[in-house]
């Protein structure tokens, strides 16, 4: 993930892995649910400046991940962090999502940047608060040559940016006003400093009683 955040001034560094079998946590913790407030409560570990990244199975959800928002740390800070499908890391399983970019895509939210589409309004207004995207009123599927939503507006839709829901092999870069944001935001709400901004990573790895898992690799 590090190389994803080249030039960002954004470092990584691996702590630790921790490794849990709890088969229903693995199936069914999602976003909000009591089973994944239960396994971060028994998980987190950390400041708002620690990453704790959980990588789980998603059982017939569809989900590939989700992150929490820097700005809402301080409401709940043992729910703050990363949840990933487990096999979403490189070499995963997961046809056209295993390159490792589901995690880069969700820290992107955990550091205080939005989609470069209108997630709800599918408009072509300008939602994610970066000057540098072009308007883009829907998400990528796939890898496109190219792709245009918002044809009366200047440029093209950014289907390589992380922060789009391309397939991993499309996706290579952040914007100088997305790494501007996540700097602002990630201050402001995580006490990263500009000049050290070198988050602690924590990998809680959940598992199925007697069907192990490697461990992600985001470093």
């Known amino acids: ?8 001034t954004f470092n990584f560094v691996l702590d630790k892995i921790d490794r849990t ?4 946590w693995f199936r069914s913790a999602t976003s909000g649910s009591p089973l994944q407030t239960a396994m971060k409560k028994a998980l987190h570990t950390g400041d708002a400046k620690v990453l704790n990244v959980y990588t789980v199975g998603f059982k017939g959800s569809g989900l590939l991940g989700y992150a929490t928002w820097p700005w809402d740390y301080s409401k709940n800070p043992v729910d703050d962090g990363v949840v990933i499908l487990y096999s979403s890391i490189p070499g995963g399983s997961t046809a056209n999502f295993n390159e490792g970019k589901t ?14 589409f209108d997630d709800l309004q599918r408009s072509c207004d ?3 608060y970066v000057s540098d995207t072009p308007a883009q009123k829907t998400p990528t599927n796939g890898c496109p040559t190219s792709k ?3 044809p009366t ?5 950014s289907i390589h ?20 944001r996540m700097k602002k935001q990630s201050f402001t709400y995580r006490g990263l400093v500009a000049t050290s901004l070198v988050s602690t990573a924590t990998l809680d790895t959940v598992l199925v009683p007697a069907s ?8």
């Open 1 to 8: 993930m590090n190389k994803h955040y080249t030039g960002s």
């Open 21 to 24: 079998t709890n088969s229903n």
């Open 103 to 116: 995690l880069t895509h969700e820290v992107g939210h955990w550091l205080g940047v939005y989609h470069v």
């Open 126 to 128: 300008d939602t994610d």
């Open 148 to 150: 245009d939503s918002c």
């Open 153 to 157: 507006k200047p440029g093209l839709d």
């Open 161 to 180: 940016n992380y922060m789009d829901y391309s397939y991993d092999p499309c996706m290579n870069a952040f914007t100088p006003g997305q790494i501007d």
């Open 212 to 219: 192990p898992i490697p461990p992600p690799e985001i470093v």
